[in-house]
């Protein structure tokens, strides 16, 4: 964090007014500062592994989860090089207080009246405080040693765990103190095959291809860089997982349809601006706490107007079980490929189980192009029409865009 960059907090807090309070409050001392309220009961309970490593201070409500502030501030302050914590209680009553400031507060406030000067002096003091503490780590070495992606230090980011290795990236669960918040860091792999420039292209090509789309079921990338002479890509993390998760456990009609929707809302907009996924799976399909979901991993994805450069004609790319007939063939692509995938996915959040099997990829794919189209049963028929419309095997026969199969979902009572 820079010593002269505007400070920031994070509110932690349930009650939207209290949040805009203190977010008026703290603007009264710093015009500049950020401030970022969360809200444990809308959004979840922060990382084990975060550690605000972003923040110049952090305001925690009494009220936060219906009175569990003492319970936050004893795991807060657990946690290595947590920023000062100012602390809003109840009332005045003298143990309360002295217990808050002996288990590491910085300050303790009573919640339903603020005495602004007292909180002007405490989050001053908390931010000389903590740029202070950040400048020693930073001497001490361990800051850069905390930073270290298998072979490679990106500054600014945490280390936490790794999440997946492999293929032409390494995918590590990180910290960012940019953004704030734990983020999914996609570092390239170095190559030795002589391949590196086509797999730079194609890695680059998924951070601006995504970053241009504003879209809440696409997801959020954060930040690129190149470090070590690795490039990498920060994004949103999603700790409730992927679908196939949720397919395991099972899902009712009428969620999968709404989810069908999302998904379909979110393939217009890529559509639009002239991208075809071409690796939809339940696997990049990725789950909010709030139910919402975004599509991930653009790896393959094709921008048509420059795909030429970069793919060369006849490969074949995705997963067998939802490539579409003409994709399992290598032939050419339009957004009907990416909508034959998502009907092999709705069938899935339907039945549980994959329409399409084989004893090797190559025969997956046969099955794909010449196999009867797979039939729903009992109170499921009323959506074989919708279930025809995307995985016919021609795709002439199939839903023309996904505005058109978004218009058959919402007339089915289905929300996007």
Known sequence: MNANAAPRFLILTDQTDFGRALEHHVSIVYPDAECRVHSPLVSGTLHPAFTAIGYDGVLLDHCVQHG?????????LCRPHFPPVVYFGPGHEPGDVTSILELGALEYLVRQRIDHRRLATAIREGVRRRRHALALLRTSGAFDEASRFGPVTILGHRFVRELAAGGNSMVYLAESERAGEMVVLKVLADDSDGSDELHFMRFLQEYELISKIRHPNVVRILDLGIADDHAFIAMEYFPQGDLRAHIARGIEPATALSLLAQMASALAVVHEVGVLHRDLKPGNVMMRRDGSLALIDFGLAKQVAVAPDITAAGEIFGTPYYMSPEQGHGRELDERSDLYSLGVIFYEMLTGKKPFLGSSPMAVIYRHANA??????????????????????KPEQRFASARELLSHIEAMGGVA
Do not use: N, S, V
């Open 372 to 393: 009867p189209r797979p039939r729903l049963e009992g109170d499921l028929q009323r959506y074989q029409p919708l279930l025809e419309g995307l995985l016919a095997c």
């Open 68 to 76: 569990l502030g003492r319970k936050w501030l004893e795991d807060l």
